[in-house]
């Protein structure tokens, strides 16, 4: 299991200090969540303003 960041991101990268695992890093054109590390953890989608990452 792993968080996957959807078409919905906006790149405003208020995800990306919040992840434990530093597994979020900006794409082009959105972020995206490495899933070989992702823990799962849901603080992502804490903090997403437009709630984009799901799990999968
Ligand atoms: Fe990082 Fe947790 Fe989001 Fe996975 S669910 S990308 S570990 S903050
Ligand atoms: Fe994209 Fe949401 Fe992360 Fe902002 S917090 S970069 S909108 S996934």
């Given amino acids: 299991m792993a968080y996957k960041i959807s078409d919905d991101c906006i790149a405003c ?5 919040e992840c434990p695992t530093d597994s979020i890093t900006a794409g082009d054109p959105i972020y995206v969540i490495d ?11 804490n903090v997403c303003p ?7």
């Fill in 13 to 17: 990268g208020a995800c990306e200090p």
């Fill in 35 to 45: 899933p070989e590390t992702c823990i799962d953890c849901g603080a992502c989608a």
């Fill in 50 to 56: 437009v709630d984009a990452p799901k799990p999968e």
